[in-house]
């Protein structure tokens, strides 16, 4: 049902969110259909209708903040400007996304290898997609002479600073711009004094 | 039963360990005690006279790694020698355990909020402390003047950086310490050229 793929409708976006939040809280495998139908106050046939099957609901949740923070990310890095700026338009956005729909991310990470077969392997490649981006803005950096030349394990170590955060990231005292304003600054400057 | 938290034997540490694999491959909702006894070739009552509960199984696959951390940091952080050279020990021991480990620290990451009451606390409380040696080597570092000041959020992204690598670290090229190493370098030095 390529429908699916591509509509948006408020009570297929209601589905998914609540959806996730079950999921998040309780697991995906924990989390069973009836349940869900009934978070949502529909039969089990209105549902399957919205969604296909619980597979396709968990993969729809993942790709939908991987697809946005793509989306950004393709603009971000296509636009003018320096690497540095880049960089922080990246981490702005992601510690965003990450405090805004953090029972997404939670089921993301936590329940990836559910997933099997293709949408495990669209998955995958949305995420290289994703990395790919924050590679372009380093390689910009070096060859502007601004950042040293980093490598894939470099650029893992980065993302780990910021995609940890759908771990503890909370509507605390910092919005999450400045979280990530506070780690692009330790990444800049290092450690290190002067 | 006090005797099941100190008591270390191969049959229980055999469970531990068969159940780590199988709780991070499947989930620990979705993986029932018969599958788990089936697994270490056990009865259920003999099972159960090893583990307790369940939740219990849980609670020891998640707090056996963070002890050993634990043990590890205290030593180093307590021993002769300068935060650098700490740091570089503390991120060598992570990314080794992690490594060696990664089914029980997907599990950890993973089931946490499975955890409830003083299970929960205890964990929480062991997590805190092994936060503290990191903050500690920091703030030997400040006070020397070879590490700038630093705060807990600076210090949240920076374990991130390292914890991160359940998700991705594994028998590959690298050994954990040389991961461990490249991490430890971009942080102290940045990604500022110069």
Same mark, same amino acid.
């Given at each position: ?60 949740? !993942? ?21 540095? !700026? ?109």
């Amino acid at each position: 049902m390529d429908m699916r793929e591509t509509q948006r409708n408020p009570m297929r976006d209601r589905i998914l969110s609540v959806s996730a939040e079950l999921f998040a809280r309780n697991g995906y495998h924990a989390t069973g259909v009836a349940e869900l139908c009934k978070a949502v106050g529909l039969g089990r046939g209105a549902f399957y209708h919205y969604i296909g099957s619980k597979d396709e609901l968990l993969y729809e949740i !993942s790709r939908r903040q991987v697809d946005e923070m793509n989306a950004f990310a393709s603009r971000c890095v296509g636009a003018e400007g320096d690497a540095e !700026s880049k960089l922080r338009e990246l981490a702005r956005a992601l510690m965003c996304n990450i405090a805004q729909y953090r029972a997404q991310w939670t089921v993301f990470f936590r329940e990836f290898d559910v997933l099997r077969g293709q949408q495990r392997e669209a998955l995958l490649a949305a995420r290289d997609q994703y990395e790919s981006y924050w590679r372009q803005v380093f390689e910009q950096g070096a060859s502007e002479g601004t950042f040293r030349v980093t490598d894939d394990l470099q650029l893992k170590g980065v993302l780990g600073m910021f995609n940890y955060a759908y771990l503890w990231l909370s509507a605390g005292p910092q919005a999450p711009e400045e979280v990530a304003d506070v780690f692009v600054d330790l990444l800049l400057s290092g450690l290190r004094a002067n």
